[in-house]
């Protein structure tokens, strides 16, 4: 419900800044790695509530699809934490929806992982397949910079810190995903020798 909540109450609000369309206000809410990997969490948050036994939960979601969207909704948490924070100094609403969607969600759906995903079935292969959702992301954010000129990030804005930089902050979130792919794995084994 808090993501649900957060992410209606945050479309409001982006449909509501001035000096542009409002079909280009929709796509770029809908840009925003934040917005599509709460959206993530919200549909299986729900898809969790709604299945009515084990079996369907299992045929929905493992602990791979687990661990994943864990793994995607914390990078969200670190990437703006560490990086954007001090970006965005909008008081009010605004304020407290960025603290929802980068820092509380992350911290309820890591706590979710740790208590009830059985990651101790996880295998370092299964890696690869969670990173396709960033590269796609970075491929469709980079091709719509290039047509529009707009990028959601300071970090991709290719127009302000030009391909050279923005290939290399890639880069960097990409170690950033693989690291936390490679903790999250080993903390799951861990987790089921310790358990």
Known sequence: MIGWLALVAQLVLHLKIPGVESGELLIRFFSYYTILTNLLVAVFATAQL?????????????????????????????????LLRGLWTEGGLQAV????????????VLIYWWKFTNASV????????WLIYPVVYFV???????????YPYPFLDVTTIGYPQ???????????????????????KKKGAVL
Not at 97 to 108: E, G, R, S, W, Y
Not at 171 to 177: D, G, I, K, N, T
């Open 140 to 150: 469709f954010i980079g091709l719509r910079g290039a047509a529009s000129g707009w």
């Open 122 to 129: 996880l295998r370092y292969g299964q890696i690869f397949s």
């Open 97 to 108: 929806l960025n603290d929802v969607l980068h820092t509380l969600i992350p911290i309820m």
């Open 50 to 82: 709604l299945a009515s036994d084990n079996t369907q939960k299992g045929l929905l979601f493992g602990p791979g699809m687990e661990t994943a969207i864990a793994l995607h909704i914390t990078i969200v948490g670190v990437i703006y934490n560490l």
């Open 166 to 188: 923005a290939l290399l902050n890639c880069l960097f979130v990409a170690l950033a995903f693989l690291s936390f792919s490679l903790i999250l794995v080993f903390l799951g």
